[in-house]
């Protein structure tokens, strides 16, 4: 199973675009990347995935380089209500899937 | 729809009792799985099954048992709980059938040990 590596905490201001990245050298040629947001109190929620180049949603964007050793969440003009914790994983979904979840980023939206 | 539902909400238990808590999901995955999370910390696979009837051990399975003998409910059991189990407990759903990881969690059951 891919290990992802990411910062553990960042700050940022209202209206920023904020963007976190993670790294996962160890990714399997199956294996997707998806990230969660998980506000305290609640159970992780699916933000977006991506296998390749770029993805972009109502929510976010995700940017994954051609070596997919690293991948970057966006989230444009962040608002107080994105603080949370955010969280990036690596598998395929396959038989015997386990999904890991590492420490996350804390992301701090501040006024 | 009302997608995972996790029961109870909330817990106190004292050390050596048992308890069991329940995940049903509605939405006809195969895989499910438990996770604990300690303040501060990412989520922990407890235990994860990939079908009715199976079950597997995840990162920390001691001192919890499992089961699926319906594919919509997977039951995790502490059999003499330990403060040291006092966490929060979330379980999770994935459809398999479904390119890559996009996983459908609980709100948590929120379980103190004392």
């Known amino acids: 199973l891919a290990k992802t590596t990411q910062p553990i905490s960042m700050d940022s201001y209202e209206g920023q675009e904020v963007n976190i990245t993670c790294s996962h050298n160890?990714?399997?040629?199956?294996?997707?990347i998806t990230w969660y947001q998980q506000f305290p109190s609640q159970g992780p929620r699916f933000i977006i995935q991506?296998?390749?180049t770029k993805v972009t949603n109502e929510v976010a964007s995700l940017f994954i380089p051609a070596d997919r050793k690293s991948s970057t969440l966006s989230l444009p003009r962040v608002s107080l209500s994105d603080t949370a914790v955010y969280y990036c994983?690596?598998?395929?979904?396959?038989?015997?899937?386990?999904?890991?979840f590492g420490a996350g980023t804390r992301l701090f939206v501040k006024a | 729809n009302a997608g995972v539902t996790q029961t109870p909400k909330f817990r106190v238990l004292k050390t050596g009792q048992s308890m069991t808590l329940l995940c049903a999901q509605d939405?006809?995955?195969?895989?499910m799985y438990w996770y604990r999370q300690d303040p501060g910390m990412g989520l922990r696979l407890i235990h994860y099954?990939?079908?009715?009837?199976?079950?597997a051990k995840g990162e920390v399975p001691d001192g919890y048992n499992v089961s699926r003998l319906k594919k919509q409910n997977f039951l995790l059991g502490l059999e003499s709980a330990a403060p040291s189990q006092t966490s929060v407990y979330f379980c999770?759903?994935?459809?398999?059938?479904?390119?890559?990881?996009?996983?459908?969690f609980g709100q948590g059951t929120r379980l103190t040990v004392v």
């Open positions: 994983l690596v598998g395929d979904g396959t038989g015997g899937f386990k999904t890991i």
């Open positions: 160890n990714i399997a040629t199956n294996d997707y």
């Open positions: 991506g296998y390749k």
């Open positions: 939405m006809n995955h195969e895989y």
């Open positions: 099954s990939v079908g009715e009837g199976t079950t």
């Open positions: 999770a759903t994935i459809d398999p059938d479904r390119a890559g990881t996009e996983a459908f």
